[in-house]
């Protein structure tokens, strides 16, 4: 910025929660003279990472989940769908197809309760199985 033919540089000043942009280097009704401090050091302790980050699930786990949320989707119905529609991978529909079939003849014999306990633990060692032997890295529609 020029004044009066001298080159003095704005600076940037935060007042509270907002920023001033002042050409003088003062700030009034900022506080005490250390309130920057306090704010300075709040801002840099609020940037810290939380030591309670959560953790990524397993590839597995994820697999399972999609799985078994569809094929309890897909139970009742008469066909399969799209799997592309669905969100899954060629090889994760593969999985679906035995377990819904699995499933569908459960709930013949025993009834939706034991069904439903099928598709869960078959859909975990499907997904388990799948990614033991490699899983979706065997190509972009495994």
């Given amino acids: 910025m020029r004044t009066g033919g001298a080159t003095r540089p704005a600076a940037v000043v935060g007042c509270g929660m907002a920023l001033v942009l002042v050409t003088s280097g003062a700030c009034t009704?900022?506080?005490?003279?250390?309130?920057?401090?306090?704010?300075?050091?709040?801002?840099?302790?609020?940037?810290?990472p939380s030591a309670t980050a959560p953790s990524a699930t397993a590839p597995e786990a994820l697999c399972a989940r999609v799985v078994t949320?569809?094929?309890?989707?897909?139970?009742?119905s008469h066909t399969y769908g799209d799997y592309q529609t669905m969100g899954l991978s060629n090889g994760q529909y593969d999985i679906l197809r035995d377990v819904v079939d699995a499933a569908r003849a459960a709930k013949k014999r025993q009834g939706a309760a034991a069904a439903d306990r099928l598709i869960v633990s078959r859909a975990r060692q499907g997904c388990r199985d799948w990614y033991r032997t490699g899983g979706p890295s065997n190509g972009p529609w495994s």
């Fill in 69 to 76: 949320y569809w094929s309890r989707k897909v139970l009742d």
């Fill in 29 to 48: 009704g900022c506080g005490s003279s250390d309130s920057g401090s306090r704010t300075t050091a709040a801002r840099t302790a609020s940037a810290q």
